[in-house]
C-alpha cells in the first residue's frame, strides 16, 4: 500500500474510534483559563499563542486537539504537520492553567498519530501510535508522560486495545446508581469488549438477551458491565454496546 495512503486510512480509523478523546483538528481551542490558538508564522513554520500572546513555535503546518483530561490544568496538543511522506507529525504539549503562560513541552512523538490521553498518578500521558500503521490488531502504542515540563516516554508499548482501556479511564462517565441496573436486549449474541472499541471484541465471551448486568461506567458508543453467572457465581466484566442494553423498566 502507498505510503500517502497508509497516512490517511490510519488518520480515518482512529478518528473513528476515539471521537471524545479529543477535539477535531482545528487554529483555537477554549480552555478555562483562556484560548489557544495557532497562525502559520512563516511557510514553514507555525505560531502557538496563549490569550493572542507567542508561547513557542512549530516547524509545519500546526493543528490543535484540547484532551479529554480530567485535571485542575488543561491540556492542548498541537500536532505540526510536514509535506514529507514518510514522517509526517509532530507534536508539543501546552499545559495551561491560571498563569500568564502555559508550560509548553519540547517536540515529540516524531513521525506517530495521535491515539489518545489519559491522566496517571496526576501527570498528563499522551498516547501516540506509529504511523504507518494500518492493521489496527498489530498497532503499536507509545506513551508519553509529561511532569516538570519535559515529555518522558513510558518504557511499555501498548497494543490498541489495551491503551484504548486506559484511555477510557479519563473519559468514561459513571453510571447514576439508580440506572446501573440493566438487561440485555436485540437478538443474538451480546460480546464483551476489552476496551470501549469496535475492534477489541472479546470472540469468547458473550451474553444474550435477558441477562442481567450491573454497569458502572459509560462512554458515547459503549457501557461497563458486570455480569454474575447465576449458577456457578462466576463474575465477567467488560464493555458492552450500548444498544444491545436496556433498563429493565423498558
Wanted: hydrophobic share 45%.
Amino acid at each position: 500500500m502507498n505510503m500517502r495512503y497508509r497516512f490517511a486510512l490510519l488518520a480515518i480509523l482512529m478518528a473513528s474510534a476515539f471521537p471524545a478523546l479529543h477535539a477535531e483538528d482545528r487554529g483555537s481551542v477554549a480552555t478555562r483559563y483562556g484560548p489557544v490558538s495557532v497562525i502559520p508564522a512563516s511557510e514553514e513554520r507555525s505560531a502557538l499563542l496563549f490569550r493572542g500572546k507567542p508561547v513557542a513555535r512549530m516547524k509545519g503546518d500546526a493543528s490543535l486537539h484540547k484532551l479529554a483530561i480530567r485535571s485542575e490544568r488543561e491540556y492542548v496538543l498541537a500536532d505540526a504537520e510536514s509535506p514529507s511522506l514518510n514522517c509526517r507529525h509532530e507534536f508539543v504539549l501546552l499545559e495551561v492553567g491560571s498563569e500568564d503562560a502555559p508550560v509548553v513541552s519540547s517536540p515529540f512523538g516524531s513521525c506517530m498519530t495521535l491515539f489518545g490521553a489519559r491522566l496517571q498518578d496526576g501527570k498528563a500521558v499522551v498516547q501516540l501510535a506509529e504511523a504507518a500503521r494500518t492493521d489496527l490488531a498489530s498497532a503499536r502504542i507509545h506513551e508519553f508522560a509529561f511532569a516538570d515540563g519535559r515529555m518522558e516516554e513510558l518504557p511499555k508499548v501498548l497494543g490498541w486495545c489495551e491503551a484504548g482501556a486506559l484511555a477510557a479511564n479519563g473519559t468514561a462517565v459513571a453510571v447514576s446508581p439508580d440506572l446501573a441496573n440493566k438487561s440485555v436486549a436485540g437478538s443474538g449474541r451480546a460480546y464483551f469488549h476489552s476496551a470501549p472499541l469496535e475492534e477489541c471484541r472479546t470472540p469468547k465471551v458473550f451474553l444474550v438477551p435477558g441477562d442481567r448486568v450491573s454497569a458502572s461506567r459509560e462512554t458515547d458508543a459503549f457501557v461497563e458491565i458486570e455480569y454474575r453467572n447465576p449458577k456457578s457465581g462466576q463474575a465477567f466484566k467488560g464493555w458492552l454496546k450500548r444498544d444491545r442494553l436496556l433498563d429493565p423498566a423498558q
